[in-house]
């Protein structure tokens, strides 16, 4: 009977980890494909509102990003008012036609009339330096806004 | 001399490269969920004196104030009934000259969709949330109108089981495969007939 007996032992083999890069590698390129990198470091609280019925916002068309809220932890030295962030610093609200122009020479010419102004506004902020930047974009020329939101429900808020 | 064959790379370590850099890319990720309520902002008019007559009756306000307290037509509401309130008033069809209307027609409402206007008003202290509540109401009654109105006529124009925000994807969809000319044209029918004006006031 010893003819046939096993010369291995019965102890489980290992498993073989000789793929195990493989799927690495394709979690990677993955998560390479979907990352977008933060455009602007936020100074600001920026939790956003609720609501459903909501559009998805076009890719294709230029987008500018204005964000409004209480300044964040560490830029308490800003106040406690909701204050306006273009780009990576706080800014004024006289400053927008300024950013406006600035986003328009950025992109090409027949794309300048697409630009949407994205809204981020942080759910506290009252509505007056909303209304504020809505004067300044109608000013400046830049009618079509969005205002950025999560999706839920909106009796939530 | 012997030749000597060249040693093979140890792969061994590829899998922590790899990680190394997954882990990398898993904590930079944000994936983009830009969504959101697209608004157009009315332009910059030249000062002109002529004043366009509006009936109060086709004027329904809707008022925001600083402690974030609804007030429709001068009465307080909560804002789940805003919706339909707002929906009563736009599909009443006072005027009679609406035919696709489902209201009570009644002669104290509005004439008919064309002619109705929701007036939103905000003071500086309401909160942003609020107002984006509500913003979220007024669209949604304009959408529910719309929808209902694409499953009505929509199966005789080809475009079975759609409702509008459903149609108005599918037009946006590069993988649509259906007649787009004439998908455009039934929304374009349908946002004529319910045309979303909503003013906000300064």
């Known amino acids: ?157 | 001399m012997a030749k000597r064959s060249a040693p093979e790379v140890n792969a061994g370590s590829m899998a922590d490269i790899a990680f190394l850099l997954l882990i990398f890319f898993l904590v930079t990720t944000t994936i983009p969920k830009d969504s959101g309520i697209s608004r157009k902002l009315p332009p910059m008019e030249p000062p002109n004196d002529e004043d366009v007559i509006i009936k109060q009756k086709n004027i329904f306000t809707v008022l925001l104030n600083g402690k974030d307290q609804l007030l429709v037509e001068d009465d307080l509401m909560e804002l789940k009934d805003l919706r339909k309130a707002a929906i009563e008033f736009l599909d009443n069809g006072g005027d009679g000259t609406c035919n696709y209307c489902n209201g009570r027609k009644d002669p104290k409402s509005s004439d008919n969709p064309d002619k109705a206007i929701i007036s939103l008003k905000n003071e500086r202290e309401t909160s942003y949330s609020a107002y984006i509540s509500v913003q979220n109401e007024l669209v949604a009654a304009y959408n529910d109108l719309r929808n209902k109105r694409a499953l009505q006529i929509g199966p005789q124009r080809g475009f079975r089981e759609m409702d509008f925000v459903l149609m108005e994807k599918n037009y946006k969809d590069p993988k649509f495969n259906g007649d787009k000319d004439k998908l455009k044209a039934v929304i374009d029918q349908i946002r004529a007939e319910y045309p979303e004006k909503l003013s906000e006031v300064q």
Do not use: H, W
């Open chain 1, 1 to 157: 009977m010893s003819k046939f007996k096993s010369k291995k032992d019965n102890a489980l083999p290992a498993v073989n980890t000789a793929s195990l890069p493989d799927i690495v590698f394709m979690l990677l390129f993955f998560f390479m494909v979907v990352t977008v990198m933060r455009e602007d470091t936020l100074l600001i609280e920026n939790r956003l509102p609720l609501a459903d019925q909501v559009e998805k916002l076009e890719k294709k068309y230029p987008i500018s990003y204005i964000y409004a809220g209480k300044p964040a932890r560490g830029y308490e030295k800003y106040g406690t008012e909701a204050r306006l962030q273009l780009n990576d610093k706080f800014a004024e609200i006289s400053e927008i036609k300024a950013f406006i122009n600035a986003e328009r020479a950025a992109i090409r010419e027949e794309l300048v009339d697409y630009l949407t102004v994205s809204l981020k506004v942080d759910k506290e902020a009252n509505m007056g330096i909303v209304g504020d930047i809505k004067e300044q974009l109608r000013e400046a020329n830049a009618l079509k806004i969005n205002y950025s939101v999560g999706t839920g429900s909106a009796l939530d808020n």
